[in-house]
């Protein structure tokens, strides 16, 4: 069946770039999504990328697809404090996604 | 703006009743919306599919007849826990397509806690 993985938590500092990582096992996916969830709230779209592209720029948000690894990355650029949240990559299934696990994003001054 | 909207945000229950949560879609019509279930620091997992006029499509593990899902309307998908017990306490949260680009938007998501 499909799975989606990502690492678990990361902590950076603030201005500098975060990078989470992301792995699925679909390959017909159709497309890749990035959710935000801030403590106590739903889900915030942050972005999406379609499965023919491998790269999508959005402000401080970079996505980075490599089909061929089945790996998507999520870059922020000059990380703030709003930034820690916990962010989940979601693979597309038909109208069904598949959620990974989550990694927790924490930001220290 | 939302696209995708539950209510109630919150809803505390005693063990034992059950409690609706409404999930709409505005200014769209939805023909399926999706329900999921997110446990404390926990990833989301679907729950079921609804369809509109049809019977919802479950996941496999979930309970169709605790977890009641009716799609009356093109607007409206309504999930309805039956006979809740504490461990029903978590984090629901739908879905529906929307947009040119065919984005799936989520709603606010309803947090239930069952005392």
């Known amino acids: 069946g499909e799975d989606v993985e990502q690492s678990l938590f990361l902590s950076v500092r603030e201005g500098d770039s975060s990078v989470i990582n992301c792995t699925y096992t679909?390959?017909?996916?159709?497309?890749l999504y990035w959710y935000k969830q801030e403590p106590g709230a739903g889900l915030q779209l942050l972005t999406y990328?379609?499965?023919?592209?491998d790269m999508k720029q959005d402000q401080r948000l970079t996505v980075l697809l490599n089909k061929k690894d089945k790996h998507l990355s999520l870059r922020i650029a000059d990380t703030q404090t709003g930034d820690s949240a916990i962010y989940f990559c979601?693979?597309?299934?038909?109208?069904?996604?598949?959620f990974g696990t989550g990694t927790r994003l924490q930001v220290f001054p | 703006g939302a696209v995708v909207s539950q209510h109630p945000s919150r809803v505390i229950c005693k063990s034992g009743t059950s409690v609706k949560i409404e999930c709409r879609s505005l200014?769209?019509?939805?023909?399926?919306m999706f329900w999921y279930r997110q446990f404390p620091k926990q990833s989301l997992m679907l729950m079921a599919t609804?369809?509109?006029?049809?019977?919802?499509t479950y996941e496999q593990g979930v309970e169709k007849d605790k977890f009641l899902i009716n799609h009356a309307s093109l607007t409206l998908s309504t999930l309805t826990v039956t006979s809740a017990h504490p461990e029903d306490s978590s984090f629901y949260i739908c879905?529906?397509?929307w947009g040119p680009g065919n984005t799936i938007y989520f709603g606010e998501g309803s947090w239930l806690t069952v005392v």
């Open positions: 879905s529906a397509r």
């Open positions: 679909d390959s017909s996916s159709t497309y």
């Open positions: 990328i379609f499965s023919n592209m």
């Open positions: 979601a693979e597309r299934d038909t109208d069904k996604l598949i």
């Open positions: 200014d769209f019509q939805a023909t399926t």
């Open positions: 609804s369809n509109e006029g049809s019977k919802a």
